[in-house]
């Protein structure tokens, strides 16, 4: 699945220049508000950004990994609050579906996630779940009634991506015994009763973002519900949603590392000390040579990864390709993490003052070390396939 070159390079500069030209005027307000203001929300509907991934049969763009880190490279240039809108419909919340779902499945659920009528997010991680996700304690009972088989779900989601503003949710719940093998996933309508919301995260950065927790109480979902129909596949399917999210989170550290550095390079130029600009002084230059090599290494990892991706059959995993995924999500989050610290280092004081757009990214780009696996667990992934393999 790929957009053909031509309808690509055009879609790529339309994301460009509205990233430029609307995005990025606005993040301010997007600080400020802690929220996506709802024309912008319109105007990435009119654009299709909610859609990117969903295959063209079902009113998607069908962009392959390799596209979809291209444009998510761009985003990585603005806050990451506004690609969070639409992130979880083109990725985690939506991907499990495409890549598993029944046909039903897909029909019913995907025109509505492409159209961004439909927000989906995904629900791995519980209070006592986190790096070890596969020891989750949602419950879900099956039970038959007049009304057909139903499985009854009681338990805790946390730091759940948009909860509040989705209408379903990717959910994994245990309907068998302990580890992996007895966990499903569950397409879940976030109106079914029984659910509730937490009140909404306070968080470090990427203001304009939503977390809660969301509390499942004898919540029925139907039978039906369960992506490609059969219990005991769940872990298998989030893992493989992960390996794209992780690949695609690597690629807006790239971004974003790339808009710190633009940030640096242009305060280099116009700051003056000791009758110089910075940008004269050899010190200054050292810290943005460093960030410019790690990021073109950061981003040629995560292309080539991309086109082993898009070279593996789509519904199956492949551990090397995991691995490499793993690689760029350390190696890229790591980066990105470094090149923001330069870059307030590089701003001198303004560097930690709020109104220059480095405060903020320093704090954002935190997170992307954190979620969807953990540095560790990024590591522990690459080494047991080292150790594996001996
Ligand atoms: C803003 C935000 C948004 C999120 N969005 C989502 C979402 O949409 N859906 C979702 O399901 N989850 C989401 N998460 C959850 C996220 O994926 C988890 O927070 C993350 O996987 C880490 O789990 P934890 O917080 O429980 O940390 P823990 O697992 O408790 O880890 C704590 C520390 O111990 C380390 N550690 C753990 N195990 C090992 C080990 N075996 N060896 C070495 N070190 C180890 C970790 O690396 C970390 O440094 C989100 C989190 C945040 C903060």
């Not at 139903?150 to 719940?173: D, I, Q």
């Not at 390709?321 to 307030?344: N, P, W």
Request: proline share 4%; net charge negative; hydrophobic share 40%.
């Amino acid at each position: 699945m790929a957009l053909d070159s031509e309808s690509f390079d055009i879609l790529l500069a339309t994301v460009q220049r509205f990233i430029r030209e609307r995005l990025i005027p606005a993040e301010n307000d997007l600080e400020e508000h802690d929220e996506v203001a709802a024309e912008l929300v319109e105007a990435m509907k009119e654009l299709g950004l909610f859609g990117l991934t969903v295959p063209e049969e079902y009113g998607g763009i069908g962009l392959s990994v390799s596209q979809e880190v291209q444009v998510n490279f761009e985003l990585g240039r603005t806050a990451p609050a506004f690609r969070s809108v639409f992130g979880t419909n083109i990725g985690i919340g939506s991907q499990g579906i495409l890549m598993d779902g029944t046909p039903e499945q897909k029909a019913s659920y995907l025109p509505r996630v492409a159209s961004g009528e439909l927000i989906m997010s995904f629900a791995l991680t519980e209070p006592d779940a986190g790096s070890d996700a596969a020891s989750l304690k949602t419950r879900a009972e099956l039970v038959t009634g007049s009304d057909g088989d139903h499985y009854v779900l009681n338990g805790t989601k946390r730091y759940f991506t948009n909860a509040p503003r989705a209408g379903a949710f990717t959910l994994m719940a245990r309907t068998g015994g302990p580890g992996a093998p007895g966990v499903s996933s569950f397409i879940v309508p976030a109106d079914l009763p029984g659910i509730q919301l937490g009140k909404k995260d306070k968080k470090m950065g990427q203001r304009g973002t939503m977390t809660c927790d969301v509390i499942l109480d004898n919540v029925r979902v139907p039978a039906a519900n369960i992506i490609g129909g059969e219990p005991g596949q769940g872990f298998k399917t989030a893992m493989k949603v992960l390996d794209r999210g992780r690949l695609n989170i690597s690629a807006v550290a790239c971004g974003i590392a790339q808009r710190v550095l633009d940030e640096s390079t242009r305060y280099a130029r116009e700051r003056k000390q000791f009758g110089k600009a910075l940008g004269e002084f050899q010190l200054i230059q050292a810290m943005l040579a460093d960030s410019q090599a790690e990021l073109l290494a950061g981003w040629a990892l995560v292309r080539e990864v991309a086109e082993r991706f898009d070279r593996k059959p789509a519904q199956r995993s492949d551990p090397d390709v995991s691995m490499r995924v793993s690689c760029a999500k350390l190696f890229c989050t790591e980066m990105a993490g470094r090149v923001a610290d330069r870059a307030v280092q590089i701003h001198g004081g303004a560097g930690y003052i709020n109104e220059y757009p480095v405060e903020r990214f320093y704090r954002d780009v935190r997170l992307l070390r954190l979620y969807e696996g953990t540095t560790q667990i990024q590591q522990l992934i690459i080494g047991r396939d080292l150790v594996g393999r001996a």
